[in-house]
């Protein structure tokens, strides 16, 4: 069954640190992974599109990256701010069409 | 930057009323999608349409449920009969293709709707 699972589920940081966001999959056969950011009562938006052949990207203080054998990625956000405080889901595409399976979220909270 | 636009934000109804949500996707993508999140719960995918017609639909998107392009524009999801457990934020998106790089999906702000 594809599944993606995220953790923590939740996390509290202080402005300025960094933290890691984690993400397992097992999507058969996968296409891509994409790491959204969904601020409270709105819609998600797209940080991030890592395929089967890309280890690491970044986007500005966002690095996502991606074990493609052991079917896992990770969001890092360095140098946290307030505004950095939003749930952030993992999405797979399987296959090669429209299908794409959303992780539970983190939801991140950045304490002055 | 094109958006994906939704409307009403907000929607408040009795339980049986019927409910029309609105959206108007980025006017060159071909692919339509409506998801649902529970308050607090995951992003749940509904309904996929493409060239008029729903390509997939989850268990969720019952007889209750139907969606429509009535004009080129507008893509609308409509619930016939609501329910209480159909309360929730109803997310319209849209992208250009349904595979890689542009298959990305491009979400709205949402319209919450709440049944009472």
């Known amino acids: 069954k594809n599944q993606v699972e995220q953790s923590p589920q939740s996390l509290i940081i202080l402005e300025g640190k960094n933290c890691t966001l984690q993400?397992?999959?097992?999507?058969?056969?996968?296409?891509?992974l994409r790491w959204y950011k969904q601020d409270t009562g709105r819609g998600p938006v797209s940080l991030t599109i890592?395929?089967?052949?890309?280890n690491t990207k970044s986007n500005g203080r966002y690095t996502a990256t991606l074990d493609a054998d052991t079917k896992q990625s990770s969001l890092h956000i360095t140098a946290s701010q307030l505004s950095d405080s939003a749930s952030y889901i993992c999405?797979?595409?399987?296959?090669?069409?429209?299908?794409?399976?959303f992780g539970t979220g983190t939801r991140l909270k950045v304490l002055a | 930057e094109p958006e994906v636009t939704q409307t009403p934000s907000h929607q408040v109804t009795q339980m049986g009323q019927e409910v029309i949500l609105r959206c108007v996707p980025i006017?060159?993508?071909?692919?339509f999608y409506w998801y649902r999140q529970i308050l607090g719960q995951k992003v749940e995918f509904l309904v996929s349409?493409?060239?008029?017609?729903?390509?997939?639909k989850s268990e969720i998107f019952d007889d209750q449920f139907s969606v429509e392009r009535p004009d080129g524009s507008n893509f609308t999801l409509k619930i016939r009969s609501t329910k209480l457990e159909d309360s929730a934020m109803y997310f319209c998106a849209s992208s250009e293709s349904d595979r890689g790089v542009t298959g990305e999906l491009f979400f709205g702000e949402g319209s919450r709707l709440t049944v009472l």
């Open positions: 006017s060159n993508h071909l692919y």
């Open positions: 890592m395929t089967f052949s890309e």
């Open positions: 993400c397992n999959y097992t999507v058969s056969p996968f296409s891509n």
């Open positions: 999405v797979v595409s399987a296959g090669r069409t429209y299908k794409y399976i």
């Open positions: 349409f493409y060239n008029n017609e729903i390509s997939e």
